[in-house]
């Protein structure tokens, strides 16, 4: 079975307007998040790309990634191939080379250090998701990726999404979506506003007025949403299980998640 192994870079928003760190965990719902608030973003925030089947919505509003590349012209760059790009072929651009100061996915202890002005008072915000329903999307995802990235809708396939959580859990990729560290100021610190991917609509509503945003709230596309509603306890094995218990040991505690 050959797996989608995606980009490999870690989106991230900084927003001086409004003094918050998003910092986007893998398998979480992040990107629709990240879309929505490129939105309210101001002009000398940073927000990084995503890929370009999910840029090409934010470059169409008026609400490019920017201030993430050592110089405009790698961004301008990616803005014209992403606009002038027919939608067929969305999936044969590049995202701007790896060398650049901010990338998706970024942790936060690296977003620190290369940010030029102190982040104290900033806060640090995230979705976070059952470290179950994250693997399994993570799996999927792995068989999926290729045919999103083509422009195909995602779907679910259950043995196929099995298949891939043994090899994602045998090769390590599984440690893609624990986040947990992502989070962590340079200094060790974990503190972070954790929205919940079960009650992202109301989560996000609530923070939005919180930093005063005006009505109407920031619609939240369903990006990369998938089309399965399986319960963790009716994909995963019982070796799956104690995998993931053991690899995510710090993430349930942290998060308040049960574990079957």
């Known amino acids: 079975m050959r797996l989608f192994a995606g980009d490999g870079r870690k989106a991230m928003i900084l927003s001086h307007r409004h003094r918050f760190i998003f910092v986007k965990g893998t398998k979480v719902g992040g990107t629709s998040v990240?879309?929505?608030l490129s939105g309210i973003c101001g002009p000398d925030?940073?927000?990084t790309p995503v890929i370009p089947i999910d840029d090409r919505p934010r470059i169409e509003r008026g609400h490019p990634p920017r201030n993430y590349a050592s110089s405009r012209a790698i961004e301008l760059d990616y803005e014209r191939r992403i606009r002038e790009c027919a939608p067929g072929r969305l999936q044969a651009e590049e995202l701007p080379p790896q060398t650049l100061v901010f990338y998706n996915h970024m942790p936060l202890s690296e977003i620190e250090l290369k940010v030029a002005v102190p982040l104290d008072g900033y806060a640090v915000v995230c979705v976070e998701r059952n470290p179950y329903a994250k693997?399994?999307?993570?799996?999927?995802?792995?068989?999926q990726g290729t045919?999103?990235?083509r422009g195909r809708p995602m779907r679910f396939d259950l043995n196929e999404t099995r298949r891939a959580l043994d090899i994602i859990i045998a090769n390590g990729a599984i440690l893609r979506c624990r986040n947990i560290d992502r989070y962590r100021?340079?200094?060790g610190e974990l503190a972070v506003k954790i929205m919940r991917f079960d009650a992202l609509e109301d989560d996000f509503a609530e923070w939005m007025k919180r930093l005063g945003i005006p009505p109407?709230?920031?619609?939240l596309p369903h990006a990369k949403a998938g089309n399965y509603t399986a319960r963790p306890i009716d994909?995963?094995?019982m070796s799956q299980i104690a995998a993931i218990n053991d690899l995510f040991r710090e993430e349930?505690?942290?998060?308040?998640?049960?574990?079957?």
């Open 34 to 36: 990240e879309i929505a």
């Open 45 to 47: 925030d940073i927000v």
């Open 135 to 143: 693997a399994i999307s993570l799996a999927n995802w792995s068989a």
């Open 147 to 149: 045919a999103y990235g």
């Open 185 to 187: 100021r340079a200094n």
């Open 216 to 219: 109407p709230c920031p619609v």
């Open 235 to 237: 994909v995963l094995s």
């Open 252 to 260: 349930f505690a942290f998060f308040g998640y049960p574990t079957l």
